[in-house]
Every structure is written in C-alpha cells, then in structure tokens.
C-alpha cells in the first residue's frame, strides 16, 4: 500500500534527523512508527525516504519524554535549517529580521516556513540583543557541516590580515565568502570594509554581519573578474582566499583587461588574474595577501606573469603554510603577498620566501609575521633563518623557471644548527634505545601451555561481560554539529586516528546516525581495516566515529587492556578479517577466559608491549633523522669523519 503525502509550509525533518534530534539509532525511528499509531503522519518525501513535520514531531518526542531540553538558539538554528534550502539562506532570511528589529523597524512578512519560528527569533533576540542573537546563530552556522562552504579559518584569516599590515585602513576581498576575511579585517582595527561575492546568500550573510555591528562598508553580489563592483576604487589593503583551479573565469572577454598591470593573464592561470585584480585596487604602498595553490609558484604557464612581478617590485613574499590550515585540506597551500610599487620608484633587490609547511598554524604564524615584518622594515637587508627564511635576490629568482617555491630555495640547515641538532637527536636516540630493554614485559613461558578456553566476543555479549556498539554509520544529507555554549563541535575519533595512534582529529558535523561518547576503558576497533587493531581509550571528551566498533567491558569481568592486547594477535587477525582483508568483523574475536586478577596481570604486559611498540617507532623516525642530518653535513663540508683528513 502506497503512503500519500499532504504538502505544508512547516520545516520538514527525514528519519535519520529525527534519530539525531532524539540521540537515538534509526532503527528507533522505524520502530516508533511501527508502534506508535500517534506518531507523526509523514507529509514529503518518498515511500523509501520520507519527510515529516518538524513541528508535529518534536511535540510527539517532548510528550514521550524522548527530546532533550534544547537552548534556544540551538533549538531555532535546528528549525532554521531544516525550513530552508541552505543553512546560508535561512541564516540570512533571520538575519534580515534581526537587522530591522535592531533598526526599530520590521520587514514585510517573512517567507511562509520561516513564520513558525518569530517567537524564537524574538525570545532571542530579547536575551542577547539582534546582534548578540545573530552571533549565536553565526557561531552554529560557521561550524563544518554538509550544505556549508569552507570558510577561511580565523587564524588563517588573521594571519593574513596581519600579514597585510590593515591597522585603521580600508580593506578589500573580492571573494568574500561569508565574510570571514572581513570579520577579521575588523578585529584588526580596519574602519571600512568591502567585499564582492558570488553567491548571494553569503554575500548577503556577510553584509548583514557587518550591518549589525555597524561596520562602514558594503558588499555586492556578483563575479569580481567579470563584473567589478569596485571599479575604481584603491583601498589600502586587499586580502582575498580566491577560488581555485577555475576553467572558465572570463579570459576571453577579459583578454586586454586594464586591470592587466603586468600583462595579459594566460587563460590557465586563474590565479594570477585574481593577484592582478588585487594589485589594481591598491593605493601606491598598499599590501595584499591572497591564499593559493602552490602550483602557482613553478607553473610554467605562468612564469612571464611571476617575472614582471618581481621585477616591478609588486611581489613581496611566498610563505608555505602547513597542510590542513585551509579547503582544500590535504594540499600544503601559499600566501603571497604584494605590495602596490610606484612605477617610478627603483624595484627592491630582494623577495622573502618562507618554508612553514613543516610546523602548526599556531605555531607558525609568529614567527612568519615576525620574519615578514623584519624584512618589511629592511626590504634589501639579509634576512635568513635556516630552513625556514630567506630575502633571496631577486636576480637569482629571475632564472629559467622563476620558481617561487619556499622550500627549493631555502639553505640546508647546516653548520652550528645542524650540529647541535645532530648532537640533541643522538642523545635521544641513545636514551630511548638504552630504555627498550627496561620497556618490554618480563615473560616466561608456560609450563603446561595455555589451559583455559576462549569464548568469542559476541559470546561475551550475550552473558553481559562487555557490550558491543557499532560500527556506526554516517549519512549524507543536512546535518547539524553537536555545539556546545560557544558553538564549538564535538570531536569525534576517526578509524585513521586509531590506526594512527593519533588524538581524535574529526568533527562532529551531524552526519552520524548515532552520537556515542567515549568512556575511559572503552576498547575501540576500526572496521574497515587490513587487519584488527584495538585501542583503549584513556580520556573523555570523544565521539566514536564512523565505522569504528565500541566494545565496553564489564569492569567486574573483564579488564579493558587484557582484552585489547587479546583481540591484537595473529589468530584474531585471521579470524575476523574478511576474504578481501578489507573489513574486520570484531564479533568473531576469540577472548580467552580468566580470572579478573589474571586478566589485569596480562593487561599490564600488554601496556609494556605498546610502550615497547611506541619506543620502538620513535628510535625508527630518529634513525632516520640521524642518517639525513650525519650525510648533509658530510655532503656539505660542515662536519668530517673522524681521523680523516684536515
């Protein structure tokens, strides 16, 4: 029998959301409509996928006591998003109505499925005031999630920002975004801010920002190559994360551009129209950043661009930043930054390029404002810090390739750095290897062989010594992030985070259709892996991730690092691995029956064992070091072998 579906205004919520809202499995859901003649009538959707009514089902929930007791700006940023197309769209939508409140004023009538929700918006706007309201919205709509853009982060944003000297100055970003540029231009002390984006829901999110918290400024919709909303206009600072990698960006048309300070843009470097796009905004003296792949460095396409450039003076500096600071996460992206020369005035004899691919943001950014402001303040003196930065002559960059890439032109640590830091990794390495003997467990062999039996983890479930959850899995499709006060995400251990020994590293953005939290003691296994590997967890704070197995002992029966160092050996691998080696089924995993006191016995062997394990990788990647740091000093002249020649 075919379900018919009545159409309404109301915000719509699938299954899979309800599971979320409620902290529950789908599987719940499906049982609650089987069970359940009350529950809410599905009213969108399909047969295989429906929809029901947002409103209907959260009253269901509340009156079954299945709902937890929401904050009011998590609970309208929930309906906000799922009443419109976008989270952006609706973030904007409510915005509009917060600005005209804040102006003593009241828009027309707002959208049909946004109705529902004005006595949040105004019970909101009534605690934190329109702009304190729009904030706490901002912060759950800024946190990553499916249907949300990658922002700039704030600590790249500021580092640009800083990077572009903006103090009280004016400051432009022709790809705004959602603003996050223009936010921190403003957190710098930036008086007037200006902004041109594509997408005219965040364009209209980042004017509406700015608005409220009374910011001179504006910002247009529109594509910046093609239709410059600014034309004509110099600012003292442009700061810019530019789409990357576009095909079809206006070269054509644009072909004999004035914008073109430089020469004309080849069609396959988009980048570089976009550098030049900046450069003709600045006053005389101006700076501007702009994030960008690092191919845009050694492109052969775009050496004549790179060229004049530096020979007019306009290019300052390259920086390398580490991987992972910004979209797209796994590629190691640069900041260059110009500065808008006088034609008249003679070109610098140098440009600063650094190296921090190596470091964390945090870290970094410091010491790459520190090393820019130092060479900004003496632009032709010899500014170099081993392997990090170096103001190369600009002579030397003008070679065949014009290769701008920090790390081909940064001297070898070598000399007094180098020796120390040869000194320093072989007397760690010498003290963890004189450690490794003291690390591995004392163990003597049994005199009867093993005697006790195994019983299999799904055996050990059913008599309730340790409960099994998961593997969970994540859905695609809208998704809230779990936020805490200050609209902060949930971190969530990841199945590479386990194989990598590595602290939780994911994000907790609502596609999961369960929210576990770890405990301490929990014992966690990936399941799609090559072989099984376990994991204890020693801290709380976690979400257990997709595709990851939660086994929880019973700490009256079993001891959590007993069982982990059991589920590790050969016999399990084989067993619980699947025909193609690429899924692990930890059911299967054979335990073997002790007592409680043994158990913590072996348990505590166990822990030596990855102690030793752990020492053992370290003493590896020093070696390694070792090797590389003793044959560049070799290779270099700055050390010699003992006894040799003098």
């Given amino acids: 029998m075919c379900e018919t579906f009545d159409v309404q205004e109301n915000p719509t919520i699938t299954a899979a959301e309800i599971a979320r809202l409620a902290g529950v499995g789908r599987a719940a859901v499906s049982n609650w409509r089987k069970r359940h003649p009350d529950f809410p009538a599905p009213v969108g959707g399909t047969t295989a996928s429906p929809e029901f009514d947002l409103l209907q089902v959260e009253q269901w929930l509340r009156a079954q006591g299945k709902l937890p007791e929401l904050a009011t700006a998590d609970r309208l940023w929930r309906h906000l998003a799922a009443a419109s197309d976008t989270p952006a769209a609706g973030l904007a939508a409510v915005g509009a109505l917060l600005l005209a409140r804040q102006r003593g004023s009241r828009t027309g009538h707002p ?153 004309t843009t080849p069609r396959t470097e988009p980048e570089l129209a976009w550098v030049q796009h900046a450069l003709a905004h600045l006053r005389v003296g101006g700076h501007a950043v702009l994030l960008m792949p690092p191919t845009v460095a050694s492109r052969r396409a775009g050496k004549r661009i790179r060229g004049e450039l530096l020979r007019r003076g306009h290019l300052r500096a390259v920086i390398a930043l580490p991987p992972g600071v910004a979209a797209p996460h796994g590629v190691p992206l640069h900041l260059w930054v110009l500065r808008r020369a006088a034609t008249d005035a003679p070109p610098p004899a140098r440009a600063l390029l650094i190296d921090a691919a190596g470091g964390d943001l945090a870290d970094t950014a410091p010491r790459v404002l520190a090393a820019w402001r130092a060479f900004a303040a003496a632009p032709d003196g010899d500014v170099e810090e081993a392997g990090f930065a170096r103001a190369v002559p600009v002579i030397e960059l003008l070679d065949e390739e014009v290769d701008l890439t920090p790390a081909r032109r940064q001297p070898a640590v070598v000399g007094e750095a180098s020796g120390e ?79 990598a020994g590595a602290d939780a590293s994911g994000l907790d953005d609502g596609t999961l259709l369960e929210r576990v939290p770890l405990m301490v003691g929990d014992v966690v296994v990936p399941a799609a892996a090559r072989q099984l590997i376990s994991r204890v967890i020693t801290s709380d704070g976690m979400l257990l991730g997709a595709h990851l197995y939660l086994l929880r002992p019973n700490p009256a029966a079993l001891d959590p690092w007993f069982m982990a160092g059991q589920l590790r050996n050969s016999a399990n691998d084989k067993q619980t691995t699947s025909l193609s080696g690429s899924r692990v089924d930890v059911r299967r995993a054979q335990i073997r029956r002790l007592p409680l006191d043994e158990q913590l016995a072996y348990g505590k062997a166990f822990q030596r064992l990855l102690a030793f394990e752990s020492a053992f990788a370290e003493v590896s990647a020093l070696s390694a070091d070792l090797v590389r740091l003793t044959a560049d000093g070799l290779a270099a002249g700055t050390l010699r072998p003992e006894g040799g020649a003098k």
């Fill in 421 to 499: 830091h040869l000194v320093r990794t072989r007397e760690r390495l010498a003290a963890i290897v004189g450690e490794l003997p003291a690390l591995l467990p004392q163990v003597t062999p049994a005199p009867d062989g093993p005697v006790s039996g195994t019983l299999s983890v799904a055996e050990l479930a059913r008599t309730g010594a340790l409960q099994v959850i998961g593997p969970i899995r994540a859905a695609p499709g809208r998704g809230e992030a779990d936020s805490t006060a200050h609209g902060q995400a949930s971190l969530v251990l990841t199945g590479s985070d386990v194989l």
């Fill in 111 to 263: 959208d049909a499925q946004l109705a529902p929700l004005l006595p949040d918006v105004d019970a909101l706007a009534d605690e934190l005031g329109p702009q304190g309201a729009f904030d706490e919205l901002w912060q759950r709509f800024s946190a990553p999630g499916p249907g949300r853009p990658f922002a700039t982060p704030d600590d790249l944003a500021d580092l640009m920002i800083g990077l572009a000297s903006v103090g009280g100055g004016s400051v432009l970003d022709p790809a705004a975004g959602s603003g996050a540029i223009l936010r921190a231009a403003v957190r710098a002390g930036s008086t007037s801010v200006y902004g041109q984006e594509l997408d005219d829901d965040l364009a209209r999110l980042a004017g509406l920002w700015l608005a409220l918290h009374d910011v001179p400024g504006e910002v247009s919709t529109g594509d910046s190559l093609r239709a410059d909303a600014f034309a004509g206009r110099a600012v003292d600072a442009v700061v810019c994360h530019p789409p990357f990698g576009a095909t079809n960006w206006g070269d054509e048309e644009l072909g004999h551009d004035p914008r073109w300070i430089v020469g």
